[in-house]
């Protein structure tokens, strides 16, 4: 079951899906539509908010789960830069 969701701020086909399982779903659109291009497992916890935070030329990714920790992770280049036909 899917718990909450957040657009990335600079790649417009980019969307991450917060699941209550403890993963998250990475979507890039232009990549497939029809399944999430990478599934990572975060915690045993279900996810409960997500936020990106832009810092000195990278990009992160904070993810909340229901026990109340928080986990940050740099998203990767790919996932950040958008591709000349996102513009």
Known sequence: LLSCG???PSRPAVVVIGKIDGSIDVWDLLDRSH?????VNITS???TSMRFHAYQQKQF???GD?????????VP???????????
Do not use: F
């Open 35 to 39: 399944e999430p291009s990478m599934t």
């Open 66 to 74: 229901d026990q109340g920790t928080v986990h940050v992770m740099e």
């Open 6 to 8: 957040v657009w990335s």
């Open 45 to 47: 916890a279900a996810i």
């Open 77 to 87: 280049r790919n996932l950040r830069r958008a591709a000349s036909n996102e513009k």
């Open 61 to 63: 990714l904070a993810v």
